[in-house]
């Protein structure tokens, strides 16, 4: 049984337009070099109603909001770096495009690091810390519970759950 359009309206003003500032912070801070913030808010939006209009019972307004707002920033992310990748090779006036094999191989892991990236943001600030001091700059666990002042086991727990968060992230992004 679907609501009538009214319905639809106030629960729009009721469920979803009041977590629109928590969203677009929440956007800017995952999505720091992102300027698009304001059609992504439009595309959750219009995601989120659509869904409610076909039937979909949605528990969490806005978890659901969220979810799918990153989900979108995600796909126009990796849309627009095809996107500059295809208006380079369509160019006649730069004449410099390399049909070697190793291009697409290029191109897919920068889209993989950019989702990487992605995936790395998005874990809580002391894991984001410690995964990226451990795997990224190479220090030991010793090293690194020195520099933040916690325990070595503190160290070892949020680089496991860091990359098991790493883990789940990508492999969601890669089955749709």
Sequence with gaps: MSATPPDHDRWFLEQLRPHEPMLRAWLASRFPNFSEIDDIVQEAYA?????????AEIQSPKAFLFATARNRAIDFIRTSATNRTEALAENDALNVLDDTEGIPETVARNQELELLTIAIQSLPERCRQVLTLRR?????QKEIAARLGITENTVEGQVTIGVRKC?????RYWKK
Excluded: D
């Design 167 to 171: 883990t789940e992230f990508l492999s």
């Design 136 to 140: 990224l700059y190479g220090l030991s």
């Design 47 to 55: 995601h989120v109603i659509e869904a409610r209009v076909r039937g």
